[in-house]
């Protein structure tokens, strides 16, 4: 029994590790782009997927017209 404890605790301590490393990076970001009066990109702060699809869907909207002048 003690042993399912720690494995569950090591599992729980290392997702607060992770959730508290995404907040860091993420008020860095917010941070550095703040001081440099810069709006944050759309890119880092929606973590809406369907604009990530949008976005790729536009990029290679472009890549076949630069594709295609070459």
């Known amino acids: ?3 399912i404890w720690k494995t569950r ?3 729980l ?3 607060k590790r992770i959730i508290e490393t995404k907040e860091i990076i993420d008020k860095s970001i917010w ?3 703040f001081e440099r009066g810069m709006q944050v990109p759309n890119w880092r702060m929606n973590k809406d997927p369907q604009w990530w699809v949008e976005y790729l869907n536009e990029i ?3 890549n076949d ?3 295609d002048t070459l």
Do not use: A, F, V
């Open 31 to 33: 941070d550095w782009y």
């Open 60 to 62: 290679d909207g472009k």
């Open 13 to 15: 301590m290392k997702k």
């Open 65 to 67: 017209i630069i594709d």
């Open 1 to 3: 029994m003690d042993l």
């Open 9 to 11: 605790m090591e599992i």
